[in-house]
């Protein structure tokens, strides 16, 4: 296996030179950094941890897994309207993560933080005997006062999305063997769900329109669902409405059974906003501003029987369908 570098030496060849634009981290060798804010602004955080076997395939190429890690965070940012600051890492490593992956890994985080303009400020770094499991909390900032929360959804609201839907989900599947497409479509399908786009360009452009957002990470019914639960608020969903890819438009035409993962599947890191009936006629500008369509999928409104958070999912003639499983949970 050969000789592998110590925690420092690693720290110093792989990580250290990702700092190198924020002054504050101090190249990586102090026990803390420094984290200053433009004058007017408030600081987003926002912290997620992917675990190998759960969040990605432990043979994914190191430089994707890394990427990945980052850009889910980024998509919290982006759901909020924050431009990205930087980040801090921790990673939990065991025997089978070579000086090779490492290399590979920073490799593509490095990447990223030049996409991005988010530097690393620092983390830590542990050996066990666990899976590989990558913690990173991200750092943002918005004017003051301008974080867009999740409560704000109010009655008569239209629900929108970003992009398409069910992308991330079907790739996974596809990665499994259990989609029978044509080559390019289990390739977009797969590139979807091994390397998401964190939409910061738009959320910032939905500060001061958008009345409630998040990403689409555990499913579209379970994330309006969490808007519909903190703006204690229900949705009715329009399932022909909801914007899909080519790739995904074949999965569904091929098995309408797909309609379940593009549902509840998760991983797409597409953002799900609600914004005022009164704003609708501003989506065509704020897409062009954001460079990807925004895409009207339902409306919000009172909860029946007073329970909140309820999502219903109307077909083509304006039927409720069964949602299996709306999304992914934790525990």
């Known amino acids: 296996m050969g000789p592998r570098r110590n925690e420092f030496d690693m720290i110093e060849a792989l990580f250290a030179p990702l700092s190198k634009n924020a002054p504050g981290a101090f190249g990586l060798k102090d026990d803390a950094a420094r984290l200053i804010s433009s ?49 801090l890492q921790a990673l939990s490593l065991n025997d089978a993560i070579t000086d090779d992956y490492l290399r590979g890994y920073a490799e593509g985080l490095g990447a990223d933080v030049t996409t991005y303009a988010a530097p690393l400020f620092g983390g830590d770094t542990t050996s066990g005997p666990g899976p590989l499991a990558i913690s990173i909390t991200a750092y943002g900032e918005v004017p003051h006062g301008q974080m867009i929360l999740r409560s704000g959804a109010r009655v008569g609201d239209v629900v929108c999305v970003t992009g398409t839907v069910g992308d991330g989900a079907l790739g996974l599947i596809a990665l499994l063997g259990s989609l029978r497409l044509s080559g390019p479509h289990i390739a977009a399908l797969v590139a979807r769900y091994q390397l998401p786009e964190p939409r910061l360009v738009a959320g910032q452009a939905l500060r001061g329109h958008a009345t409630a957002c998040l990403d689409i990470s555990d499913g579209l019914v379970a994330d309006v669902g969490h808007i519909c639960k903190t703006s204690k608020v229900a949705a009715i969903l329009e399932r022909d409405s909801i914007p899909l890819s080519v790739a995904a438009r074949a ?15 998760g991983d797409d890191y ?3 906003f609600t914004l005022p009936q009164s704003e609708v006629a501003t989506i065509g500008r704020l897409a062009e ?22 999502v219903t999912v109307l077909d083509g003639s304006g039927q409720p369908i069964a949602v299996p499983v709306p999304g992914y949970q934790h525990r």
Do not use: C
Request: charged share 20%; net charge neutral.
């Open 289 to 310: 501003t954001a460079g990807i369509p925004l895409t009207v999928i339902g409306r919000i409104v009172g909860p029946e029987n007073g329970k909140v958070g309820t």
């Open 39 to 87: 004058p007017g602004h408030d600081v987003i955080m926002t912290v997620d941890t992917v675990i190998a076997g759960v969040h990605f395939r432990t043979d994914d190429p190191p430089g994707l897994v890394a990427k990945k890690a980052l850009r889910v965070n980024l998509s919290d940012l982006a759901a909020k309207g924050a431009r990205p600051l930087g980040f």
């Open 251 to 265: 999965a569904v035409t091929q098995d309408p059974g797909s309609w379940a993962a593009i549902l509840g599947g």
């Open 270 to 272: 597409e953002l799900a």
